[in-house]
Structures are given as C-alpha cells and as structure tokens.
C-alpha cells in the first residue's frame, strides 16, 4: 500500500458523493495503489450507511464504525493508526481540504520531505469573528510553546510511515492534533491554498466547542499558564509590602488615618478574584491529568468494513 487518505465522518451524509467523485478521480490519475479510511464519529444521520454502500462498490473504501462520538481529533488518531500506507493523507469530509492538491503534496514528499502540510492563504466561507479568532489563537500559542507549531494549518497533510509511526508512539486523551503533527520533527514543508467553503450541510464547530479546543492546544503544549500565576503572586505581594510600607510611614508622619470601607472591599474582591482564576487554571490541568491516569482506551470500535480481522483496534 503505497497511500492512505484517512476522512474522519460526522453526519456528512450530504458531502459523501461529492467527496468520494473528486478523491477518487485524483487518486486513480496518481497510478498508485491506495486505501481510503473513512472513520465514522457516530453520525446521527445515514453517514454510515452510505459508507457502507461505497465499501461495497469499490473496496479500496474502509469503514471504521465507533461505538459512540469520540470526537475528530480522536476519530483522526483511529484513522492513522488503521492506515497501512507509506504515506497517510488526513482529509476533511466537507471538501474544504481540495483533493486535488494531493498531486502537489505527494510531488513534495518524492522530494524528500516527511511532512508536507497545507497551509490556508485564505479561508473563504467563515465569519470575520472567527477567521480572528482563529488567528489570535495561533499567535498566542506560538508564544506560549517551545514547539513551533505552523499558522494557519489545519490537519490536511501528508506523512511519511515514519511519522506516523511516531504519532502511533503517543498515548495522550486530549489529543491537540496540530500540535502532535509539529511534535514529532521531521523535515517538514508547507504548500500554500486558498481554502474553499463548505460544500455542503453546516459546520459542526460552535465557539465553545472552538474554546474548549483551543484550551486543550495551550494545555498540552504549555505549562506558562501554572506558572505564570507564581510571577503574579510575587508581584501582588510586592505591591502589597510597598503599600504597607506606605501606609506604616504615612502614620509615623501623619498620625493613625480611619480606613476608608470601599478600598478595603476593592482589594478583597481583586485578590480573591486573583485565586479563583489561578484556581481555574489549575484545575484545567487537574482534570486532564485525571483523564489521563485512568488510562481508558481512546476510542471503541463497533465494526470494521474492508479491514483483515487482525487489524489493529484501540
């Protein structure tokens, strides 16, 4: 097997004849042996079904079904691990990834490189909230971690065996994918595309699912948020000893001052506002080191569709 494009599924019941007519032209012009590993997330619609369907009319088209919605990051990692290509293409199901430029990255790849990664000149299709957003997450990031994680990348690329060998090496539960593509090194390039709408259907990010993912990008790949609040804490207890100081002098000098009610109340709500962000922090941490020492599996697998039975499942 010479290429694996891995498509993780979610109710794209609406993009699946689309995808599969552009993907398959492609790849059938490369002249190379390929599979498509298409990972369904627990699709509420007949996603499955049509997958199935498909399976059965070109078999070079798998199916791994989950038990329940694992969520794309992990439905992405099922997809790797399944695939036995010397290359592996993760690919989104709404054809805002072009399958067309496949061409261009296995051309890179040939040259030598180990990944070659898609990265947007612009994003058609999205709100003028979300592409900053997008872009201010990046840019905090970039700051927060020593691994240099590329902007304005998504998770359409190609991999050597090699690295995916590697991402195989990495247990994590809260797998910030992005993040782990830079991780591993490699000798990595960037192809430059300008990313088309949503063929079809709605997207299934909300901003709070967008936080929750950004929470789990800064978490995984920077401790700086725990401790930053020991810096904080110093320069709060320097101010407060300077203030104190102040205040010892000014009665010396001055006499004993009655203390005014609203400023003693301003510096308890600030300082106790001060712990409970500190505390949040923490406990952000706290839970996905909880999530991770109970050492559950990844992801379940109800069914497989195209895979020999000793194929490897999490």
């Known amino acids: 097997m010479v290429l694996s494009v891995v498509i993780p599924c979610y109710n794209e019941e609406p993009n699946l004849d689309d995808l599969f007519t552009r993907l398959i032209t492609v790849l059938d012009q490369l002249h190379l042996t390929y599979e498509i590993i298409c990972v369904d997330d627990g699709s509420r619609d007949h996603t499955l079904k049509r997958l199935i369907e498909y399976h059965h009319s070109n ?88 691994v240099p994680i590329p902007r304005d990348t998504g998770d359409f690329r190609l991999m050597d065996r090699r690295v995916v060998e590697a991402l195989k090496l990495l247990p994590e539960r809260h797998r910030f994918m992005k993040g782990l593509f830079s991780w591993v090194g490699f000798k990595q390039i960037a192809i430059e595309y300008d990313r088309p709408p949503r063929s079809k259907g709605e997207t299934k990010w909300n901003y709070w699912q967008l936080w929750n993912f950004a929470l789990d990008g800064i978490t995984s790949f920077s401790s700086l948020p725990l401790k930053v609040w020991s810096y904080i804490g110093l320069l709060i207890s320097l101010l407060a000893f300077i203030y104190a100081t102040f205040l010892i002098l000014r009665t010396l000098i001055l006499g004993i001052d009655v203390p005014g009610y609203a400023s003693i109340m301003v510096v308890t709500l600030f300082l106790g506002g001060v712990q409970l962000v500190s505390l949040g922090v923490i406990g952000e941490y706290l839970s996905r080191v909880h999530d991770e020492v109970k050492r559950r599996p990844l992801y379940i697998v109800r069914d497989c569709y195209g895979f020999e039975k000793d194929t490897h499942k999490n």
Not at 98 to 119: A, R, S, T
């Open 59 to 146: 078999p070079m088209i798998k199916v791994v079904n989950f038990s329940r919605n694992f969520g794309k990051e992990i439905a992405l990692t099922a997809g790797i691990e399944y695939a036995k290509g010397d290359a592996v293409i993760p690919i989104d199901a709404d054809l805002q990834d072009p399958p067309e430029l496949i061409q261009d990255l296995i051309l890179k790849w040939q040259d030598g490189y180990d990944v070659v990664y898609c990265k947007r000149r612009s994003r058609q299709g999205e709100t003028w909230l979300k592409q900053k957003t997008a872009g201010a997450f990046y840019r905090i990031i970039s700051k927060m971690t020593p």
